[in-house]
T-cell receptor, first 113, second 109 residues
Framework: DGGITQSPKYLFRKEGQNVTLSCEQN?????MYWYRQDPGQGLRLIYY???????QKGDIAEGYSVSREKKESFPLTVTSAQKNPTAFYLC????????????FGPGTRLLVL | QKEVEQDPGPLSVPEGAIVSLNCTYS??????FMWYRQYSRKGPELLMYTYSSGNKEDGRFTAQVDKSSKYISLFIRDSQPSDSATYLCAMSAGNMLTFGGGTRLMVKP
């Protein structure tokens, strides 16, 4: 069964803590993306990666970091520098960065304690 | 002004109605247009994909693109309660996607 998985479904962060959101895909897609969604707002791009060991900042990268050590995996770390991390985080993938059709995972809701 | 504008709704219609959802945009370089459906607390799923201008039909869904007016539409015929969701338009010039804010649709039985 091909698709994108994200874990956990819900994540709680304490003040000053770094947390990592997992994203895995078995679609053999080259490009992967992280978006943030706030209520009533569209998706905003945090980071994207076209190939393994390479990634670029999106529109709102400050306070976030990523890695792309494997084609299937693109974890996102929300660092303590991100002062307003409460949001719904969505991971997506596509065949390549030039391909317009992106497929999304089920999302992770991050809440601050 | 946002690059892609979408009325947030909510849009409430009775079951069986024809629904029209719309987006306007300002970037004339956009040539790929998509509609995503997002149920509450779920990831968006791709509904329709259109290249350049014209219409595309898939079952009860029809996507229209008017590049001269920088306006795209999604029509849903014979709407069902299961169509209740947020609909996001997205568009691209061939690289990154730019999303609208989404329109929340409620179809009442």
């Amino acid at each position: 069964d091909g698709g994108i998985t994200q874990s956990p479904k819900y994540l709680f962060r304490k003040e000053g803590q770094n947390v990592t959101l997992s994203c895995e895909q078995n679609l053999n897609h080259d490009a992967m993306y992280w978006y943030r969604q706030d209520p009533g707002q569209g998706l905003r791009l945090i980071y994207y990666s076209q190939i393994v060991n390479d990634f670029q900042k999106g529109d709102i990268a400050e306070g976030y970091s990523v890695s792309r050590e494997k084609k299937e995996s693109f974890p996102l770390t929300v660092t303590s520098a991100q002062k307003n991390p409460t949001a719904f985080y969505l991971c997506a993938s596509s065949y390549d960065e030039g391909m317009e059709t992106q497929y999304f995972g089920p999302g992770t809701r991050l809440l601050v304690l | 002004q946002k690059e892609v504008e979408q009325d947030p709704g909510p849009l409430s219609v009775p079951e069986g109605a024809i629904v029209s959802l719309n987006c306007t945009y300002s970037n004339s370089a956009f040539q790929y247009f998509m509609w995503y459906r997002q149920y509450s607390r779920k990831g968006p799923e791709l509904l329709m994909y259109t290249y350049s201008s014209g219409n595309k039909e898939d079952g009860r869904f029809t996507a229209q693109v008017d590049k001269s007016s920088k306006y795209i539409s999604l029509f849903i015929r014979d709407s069902q309660p299961s169509d209740s969701a947020t609909y996001l338009c997205a568009m691209s010039a061939g690289n990154m996607l730019t999303f609208g804010g989404g329109t929340r649709l409620m179809v009442k039985p």
